[in-house]
């Protein structure tokens, strides 16, 4: 993607980029949302903190994690660099999954990396997206779509391109700064930067390593319950069996984000038994990656997959 000669112009374009003015927006937090004026928004990398720190670690404070010298508050989703790494990577994230492609596309790629089809992760994130469309639509030519936290419209890509035969009506809530570019990458799709999406409902809701970023993850469970009338997937779910759901933290400047960010690692058991009592049946569950270290984690977590439907109250 980038030589010698590419890195230090790509690295250009991005800073020229970010002295564009910012745009303030929020990350949903449950019940609440964080709001970040533009002018708050700080373009300046900071590596430091960064190399200086593992880029996963446990956070024993949780949500409740405070400023301190050694460094700065997460500044969550709510940042510029966000929206403009994922359009950067856009153009090559499409041409990656194009069929006859191999699907093994991780759209987050660490800087200096080319991306690639090969992650065996990102495959079978992928044939679990393509599994579950493919059942919502064995007797219909046409799905809506709920996309909660879709980025550029990764999902709706890949959908497009194994079932190019069905008419999707998809609808992603992101950040304000994301729905920009993303109304620019995928037109397709309809972008919403309030939650006022979920007024109506969807034959399919789905979120993609976005639930664990709800800080008050039962209600907003119960959310994207109200919105389905028929099914729910929550993807790249980080899961653990024996200790009891935890907090981490990622600091997410190695991927072009400039920002670090809180987000839950789920107890199995305490997941699904919430999403019983909200009236959701497990479908089928999916295993997506081996488990990976989080530096001072009481247990190295694993990702999965929940396919949920709605069970008539």
């Known amino acids: 993607m980038r030589g010698l000669i590419g890195k230090p112009i790509a690295a250009l374009r991005r800073r020229l980029r970010s002295l564009a003015p910012a745009v303030g927006g929020t990350r949903q937090q449950g019940d609440g949302a964080t709001t970040l004026p533009a002018e708050q928004i700080d373009a300046t990398p900071r590596e430091d903190a960064a190399t200086a720190r593992p880029e996963w670690e ?59 089809n090969t ?74 930067e309030s939650d006022d999406c979920l007024e109506r409902s969807y034959d399919l809701v789905l979120a993609s390593s976005s639930f664990q970023y709800a800080e008050d993850w039962r209600a907003h469970l119960g959310r994207l319950r109200r919105a389905t009338r028929e099914s729910l997937l929550l993807t790249r779910v980080p899961l653990v069996v024996s200790e009891p759901s ?48 989080i530096a001072g984690a009481p247990e190295p977590p694993t990702h999965g997959a929940f396919l949920f439907r709605q069970v008539a109250p």
């Open 119 to 192: 992650s065996l992760v990102a495959h079978n994130t992928a044939l679990t997206l393509a599994y579950v469309l493919a059942r919502a639509t064995r007797s219909a030519d046409s799905l809506s779509v709920l996309d909660w936290g879709g980025g550029l419209g990764y999902q709706h890509a890949i959908a497009q391109s194994v079932l190019p035969e069905v008419q999707f009506d998809w609808h992603t809530r992101e950040l304000p700064a994301v729905c920009r570019e993303g109304r620019l990458a995928s037109p397709a799709i309809s972008f919403h």
């Open 58 to 116: 446990y956070v024993p404070e949780a949500w409740t994690f405070a400023r301190s010298e050694a460094e700065p508050l997460p500044r969550g989703w709510d940042v510029e660099h966000v929206a403009l790494t994922y359009a950067e990577h856009w153009p090559a994230f499409r041409s990656a999954i194009a069929a006859p492609k191999p699907l093994g596309v991780a759209h987050e790629v660490a800087y200096g990396r080319e991306m690639s």
């Open 246 to 293: 935890f907090v981490v933290i990622q600091r997410a400047q190695p991927y072009g984000y400039e920002t670090e960010y809180l987000g839950w690692v789920f107890n199995r058991t305490e997941l699904l038994d919430e999403a019983a009592a909200a009236g959701l049946q497990l479908v089928r569950e999916f295993f997506l990656q081996e488990p990976m270290d």
